[in-house]
Each structure stands twice: as structure tokens, then as C-alpha cells.
């Protein structure tokens, strides 16, 4: 097979689990054949891009990776990209110690897979000099095929030519993504809608205004006096409240003459840019008093302390969610390294708690102590300018602990933290990074500042909107606080938040229901005063046989508790739509079965408006990208895989057809009609109490995507329909048929 030529960011991308054959379907990732080797790159690749070459003899069943490393291909992918990106910024390079690292010249041999896969497979891998920089991974051996890196080092081999084949398909990758919005649509394809809380219908101010529920335009026109807590469940339109009101005050403010400075904060830019182009799109003209932006973004228009651009270090991620998602698997790295090494000198001397979270070799527990860490290092150490060296662990342990804090009950319990803290600090040093959560400590040091609390009189905001709040950490909270202008008074700020998302969620999927750290929901928000709560009762999204339907799953959960300030009353819920088709069940005999019934239903559907296929069990994501290249495959459908939160910026105006994605994915987006697919089985015994939970939880995200149509898939060897949906049949919620018997 002819090497593959390829980058750091677009190894990431494919460690997500997209099928190989779904590379096309990605927004994200192109492919290209050269003359000599194949290319895949990600949209944000240049051609000073490290290039990452992997010599492919021998390879079969996977373009990517050995044949013998097929069970754990994302892990095996993610250590590669891992390896490629310390080779790009560290100097010189080392890796952790679980890796069991070997090196000669410019060689080095590690542990392809951080599972034992029998036979301890190890990457041979070369870092070479030169601008741009090449890595490349030359071969796979084993315990049964063993090679010196002396002896491999003193082979002779001919390097790929390969200088002219990248930078072509650098120039067709521009080309590609660049006519990704351009597109015009074919006979067969249909236009997604732009997304429910982006263009808003191309409506008017006005129009909005005439037709937004009660609840909304109760929240638009409360007075602006005190903070106040947006709450609604998915498809309700906060985001739309939260825009109209931001707009709102700036129109009032202008017909009595005054000034006023107003900020609408996300978590991410793919959120602030649907926001800024709804604001638009409400033919007003320019509104200069309302400024959008991801926390982030403020940090370095504020605060020289937190400076980026004249930093020496990298910024992990472009905004605070995909920072936290990197910041997350360094730790699981340093984790493995840490507990394969010295946590046998800690062990014996914590307490049974925490012994046993770190002594537990699930993987969901694993998850769940990678983010308490990551809430520990950034939101308690790293908020307190405490930084590894003379004195720093005294500093930490007498540090008085919150309720919401991860739980550590003794002096070595905060010791055996401080420790990872200080490797964590080590380890981003050492590949030139620093964390969003670093910056915004940097900024909360500034904001403290008497020179803060002078220029936040003309630089600081009289109102203060924020998406999602419910993503903010308790450091991002405290920043939050200090951006109003008005020092004498409490800041008014304005909070829209989902009552059935929790912040861990959103980055480890199962395993954030063995967080030891509160929820986000739960921490307090002291320092804003008097808080008005308001609930949005009406649903704008679907029909109310899809209502009824989510309410059903939604009541299957109750035991799920963030706390009083997140419950929903769903009885009070209602539909604004036309009543629609009721929901289907289709059940086949096997997981080939159900992916016929899914093609045939997307051949039965695809004209008849936009469609999605909403993936519940994550594990399942790369059968049903395989399924999403199959469908591509016909010059009839055209596909689209979204494999992060990140991917929806933009789909409404990008590519057209079927929508094949996580049911997590796919949250603010909308379709005439959602296919879910990919629910394991969920008998009782079958699954914990906590990913019973989880995947109801996404279930009821998945059926909420859908505007008309609903139809539910499932198969007999995956356990069949569960019961929450077998009682939905019994109450006339959704129809039961069957599928394929095959």
C-alpha cells in the first residue's frame, strides 16, 4: 500500500472513530491521491503543517493503522497524533514513561497501544529536521518480530518523495473546503436549514417579536434590575430569548439616549458566530453595543496578562470546549503513566476513596477522574496562582475546600493531586502549551486590579449574556463577575441554560456520572445578588407526537438530580406546532438488518425534507459511519458525518442531503425528520444505573433533534426495543413494526 501522508490535526479527526470509507463524508477531512501517496488533511492544514508520513508495508484492513492493532484503533491513532504533535513543539522530545520509550539517532520505539494487545506492539518511528518538519512512523513490530532500533537504524531506506504531492493537495484541500460553501445543490440533494438559533428564518426583528411565545416575551421584556436564570428543555428557543432581549436593551437604550455596552458570552466560537449572524439577520443594521464573543477571545482583548499572541506557548484548542477536550486526554496520559509508575509510593497512604478510584481499571472511572483533575488544576490551583516549585504544596493543602470541589480527605489526598498538577505543568511546558483555563486564571489576576477597576468603567459592560451556561466552570464564573462596569452594584447578567446537560457530559459522555466533582449546575452564584428565575414552556422545534414522546423518556430519568435550580416541570410543557405523524419503531433480527431498514427509510425519506441519523451508543459511531460511506456511495444521497461539537458551525450553509452523527453532536440543530439508531442493549442488568441514565438522557437529545418525523431503529441481537420504549408503544406514543429479518 502506498504511505499515507497526513498531519496532527487530521490524526485527531480520525481518532474520533469515523470509518475510513466515511473520510468523504467528513466536514472536516479531505482526501486526495497523489501521484505516489495518499493524502488526508483537516480544513485548517497549511502547507507548514509537521507532515506526518506512515510507511503502510503490510497493511490490509485499515488505511491508518496495522492490521494487529484493529481493536484499539482510536487509542492506537490518538497516541500518534500525540507522538506527531510533542515531536512538532518539544525539544528534545520525550514521552511518558507508560510508553516505554526507546531511542537511537533520531529514532524511537514506543508501545503503539496504551491496552496490552498481547503480542506489546511498537511503533518505529523517525522525527526528522527541516521546515516543515517530517514524522514518520516506518513500522509496527512486536514481542514475536522484534527489531533493535541499532539494527533498523542502520538499514537503508528510501524516504517517500513526497514534496510535491502535498503541496497539491494542500492547494485541492483549499479548494475543496473553500467550495464547500458554495455549493449549489444538485437534483438530488436538499438544503439543510440553517441552524434554529443561527439565521432565525431570516425573520425580521419585528416578525420575531409578533410571534415569540409568552414565556419568551416575558424574559425579553423583564427588567434588567437583577441577574436572571433563562431555563427550558432542548427545542424551547433560549437562545433565541437571549438574542431578542440582548437586542432588545440596545434599541431601548438608544430611544432614551443612552449609552450602553452589552456582551453576549459562549463557551465556543461555533456558538458565538450562530449568534452574531442571527443579530444580523434581523435587519436592524450594525449593532455596535452588542459585541459576541467566547470567553476566551475576551481574555486576550482585555488583559495584557493574558496575552496570547506575544506568548512563546500555544494555546491547547481555539476556544475554551475544544481546550478542555485536549486538556482531558493529557491527563488521561498522564494518569497511565502515573499509576504504571509511582502511584505505588502514594498508595498505601491515601484514603480508601480515592485509592480506589485511582486503583480502578474501568474505563468510564478512568474518564471520571480525568475530569475531577481537570476541574482541580484549572479551577482550584490554577485559579489561585499556585505554580509548581518552593512552597507551592503548603499553599495547596491549606487551601479551604468548597462543597463543589472533588472530595480529598487527607494531607496525602491533596499531596498525590499536587503531584499530578505539577507532572500536568511539566508536560504542557515541555510541548509549548498552555490551557484556556491558565489564560483565564491570568485574567482573573488582572481583573483584581486596581487598573481593572478603573478601565472597567468605559471598557466593562452594563449587561452581560451568557449561552450555555451551564458549560461555564467555576473559574469561568468568577470571570464572568468581574466584566460588568457598574462596580457598586450587582452585575446583571442574563443566563440560558439546558436543565439536562451537566459540563462533563458534554466532554466524557458515560462516565460523567462517576464525577466526584458538583455538577456545574449546582455551584453557586454568589456575588450576582437577587437571581429571577424564568421557565420556557413551549417547545417551537417539533410536533406534539413528538413531544409526547420526549416527555415519555424524559420521565424515565427522574432520579437524574442537578439540583433544584435545574428541574423542569414537563407537565407544563407544550408544542407550538401542528400535530404530525406519530413516531415509529422499527425492530429487525440483527445490526445488518437495521442498517437495511435505515437505508430503506432514508431512500423513503430523503425527498421529502431534511433528514439526520442520530447515533445513541457512542461505541457504535463507526458502524454507522460506515453506513453514512455506503449511503454516499450512491450517486443518489449525498452525506454528511459529524464527528465533534464543533462540526455544525456553519451546516446550514455547507453541503446538503443526510446529516450521520452523534446524538451529542447534534444538539441546536434541527431536521424535518431524525432516524435514531445505535441503541445498545438496555435490559435490565445489562447496564449501571448511570449509563441507564446517560443513554436515555441521549435518546431524549436524539428524538428532540426532529421537527416532523421520528423513526426509532433497533434490532433483537442488540436486545430489541427498550422497555422505556416498549411502554411507549403500550401507551399509543410511538407505532411498533417490523423490520428486516435478516
Known amino acids: 500500500m502506498r504511505p499515507l501522508v497526513t498531519t496532527v490535526a487530521a490524526l485527531q479527526e480520525l481518532a474520533t472513530g469515523i470509518a475510513p470509507g466515511a473520510v468523504d463524508t467528513s466536514m472536516r477531512l479531505f482526501e486526495w491521491p497523489g501521484e505516489t501517496v495518499d493524502v488526508v488533511l483537516t480544513s485548517s492544514d497549511t502547507v507548514e503543517e509537521t507532515r506526518v508520513i506512515v510507511v503502510r508495508d503490510g497493511f490490509a484492513a485499515d488505511p491508518v493503522i496495522p492490521d494487529g492493532l484493529q481493536r484499539h484503533r482510536r487509542e492506537v491513532i490518538g497516541r500518534m497524533a500525540s507522538f506527531a504533535g510533542r515531536a512538532q513543539n518539544q525539544a528534545p522530545l520525550t514521552l511518558p514513561r507508560a510508553w516505554r520509550q526507546y531511542k537511537f539517532d533520531n529514532f524511537m520505539a514506543f508501545h503503539a497501544s496504551p491496552h496490552n494487545d498481547g503480542s506489546i506492539t511498537r511503533w518505529i518511528a523517525e522525527v526528522r529536521s527541516g521546515k516543515p518538519a517530517d514524522v514518520i512512523f516506518w513500522e509496527a513490530t512486536n514481542s514475536d518480530n522484534k527489531t533493535s532500533l541499532s539494527e533498523f537504524a542502520s538499514r537503508r531506506r528510501v524516504s517517500p518523495r513526497i514534496d510535491e504531492d502535498w503541496a497539491s493537495a494542500v492547494r485541492a484541500a483549499e479548494s475543496h473546503f473553500a467550495n464547500l460553501e458554495r455549493a449549489e445543490p444538485s437534483d438530488v440533494e436538499i438544503a439543510l436549514p440553517e441552524l434554529d438559533r443561527s439565521a432565525m428564518k431570516g425573520w425580521s426583528y419585528d416578525t420575531w417579536m409578533g410571534v415569540v411565545s409568552d414565556d419568551q416575551r416575558a424574559f425579553i421584556e423583564a427588567p434588567t434590575d437583577k441577574a436572571i436564570r433563562l431555563r427550558g428543555p432542548a427545542g424551547s428557543g433560549k437562545t433565541l430569548a437571549l438574542t431578542l432581549k440582548a437586542v432588545n436593551e440596545a434599541l431601548r437604550a438608544r430611544q432614551s439616549g443612552k449609552e450602553i455596552r452589552i456582551l453576549m458570552v459562549t463557551h465556543g466560537w461555533s456558538l458565538a458566530s450562530e449568534i452574531s449572524d442571527s443579530k444580523d439577520a434581523l435587519g436592524l443594521g450594525p449593532l455596535p453595543e452588542i459585541e459576541v464573543f467566547p470567553l476566551l477571545e475576551i481574555a486576550s482583548a482585555i488583559s495584557p496578562g493574558a496575552g496570547m499572541e506575544s506568548s512563546p506557548y500555544k494555546l491547547i484548542g481555539n476556544d475554551s470546549f475544544s481546550g478542555k477536550q485536549a486538556q482531558i486526554d493529557q491527563i488521561l ?410
Open 333 to 742: 496520559e498522564l494518569l497511565q503513566d502515573f499509576i504504571e509508575g509511582d502511584w505505588l509510593t502514594y498508595r498505601s497512604r491515601v484514603s480508601p476513596p480515592l485509592r480506589a478510584r485511582f486503583d480502578s481499571e474501568e474505563v468510564d472511572d478512568r474518564f471520571a477522574l480525568a475530569w475531577d483533575l481537570l476541574v482541580e488544576f484549572g479551577s482550584v490551583i490554577g485559579a489561585a496562582a499556585i505554580f509548581p516549585g518552593a512552597g507551592s504544596e503548603s499553599r495547596y493543602t491549606s487551601l479551604e475546600r468548597a462543597t463543589w470541589m472533588l472530595p480529598l480527605q487527607t494531607r496525602d489526598d491533596l499531596r498525590v493531586v499536587f503531584d499530578l498538577y505539577t507532572r500536568y505543568m511539566e508536560n504542557l511546558d515541555a510541548q509549548g502549551l498552555w490551557t484556556s483555563d491558565q489564560v483565564l486564571a491570568d485574567l482573573l489576576n488582572d481583573l483584581q486590579k486596581h487598573s481593572w477597576n478603573r478601565a472597567r468603567r468605559t471598557e466593562g459592560y452594563d449587561l452581560i449574556f451568557v449561552d450555555e451556561f451551564h458549560l461555564f466552570n467555576p473559574l469561568e464564573r468568577q470571570v464572568l463577575h468581574y466584566l460588568s462596569r457598574d462596580v457598586s452594584n450587582y452585575p446583571r447578567i442574563f443566563m440560558a441554560l439546558d436543565p439536562r446537560q451537566s459540563p462533563s457530559e458534554a466532554f466524557i459522555g458515560l462516565a460523567s456520572d462517576e464525577t466526584h466533582s458538583t455538577s456545574a449546575g449546582e455551584v453557586s452564584e454568589g456575588g450576582m445578588g437577587d437571581i429571577a428565575n424564568f421557565e420556557l414552556n413551549t417547545v417551537h422545534r417539533y410536533t406534539p407526537q413528538i413531544l409526547h414522546l420526549v416527555k415519555h423518556v424524559h420521565h424515565e430519568f427522574p432520579t437524574l438530580d442537578l439540583g433544584a435550580d435545574w428541574n423542569v416541570d414537563f407537565s407544563a410543557v407544550e408544542s407550538g406546532q401542528e400535530d404530525g405523524p406519530l413516531p415509529r419503531l422499527t425492530i429487525a433480527a440483527s445490526p445488518s438488518g437495521e442498517e437495511d431498514d435505515i437505508v430503506k427509510a432514508v431512500h423513503d425519506r430523503y425527498h421529502a425534507g431534511t433528514m439526520a441519523l442520530a447515533i445513541v451508543d457512542t461505541r457504535q459511531w463507526r458502524r454507522f459511519s460506515e453506513l453514512a460511506a455506503r449511503i454516499n456511495g450512491s450517486p443518489k444521497f449525498h452525506v454528511v458525518t459529524i464527528s465533534g461539537r464543533t462540526d455544525d458551525e456553519g451546516l446550514g450553509y455547507r453541503k446538503r442531503g443526510l446529516v450521520v452523527g452523534l446524538a451529542e453532536y447534534l444538539a441546536g440543530l434541527q431536521f424535518d425528520t431524525v432516524l435514531v439508531a445505535g441503541i445498545p442493549d438496555m435490559q435490565i442488568g445489562s447496564r449501571s444505573p448511570s449509563e441507564q441514565t446517560r443513554l436515555l438522557s441521549l435518546l431524549y437529545l436524539a428524538l428532540s433533534r426532529a421537527e416532523n418525523g421520528v423513526q426509532v431503529f433497533v434490532n433483537d441481537e442488540d436486545g430489541g426495543a427498550p422497555e422505556v420504549l416498549q411502554r411507549a408503544v403500550v401507551n399509543g406514543l410511538i407505532k411498533s413494526e417490523r423490520g428486516s429479518l435478516t
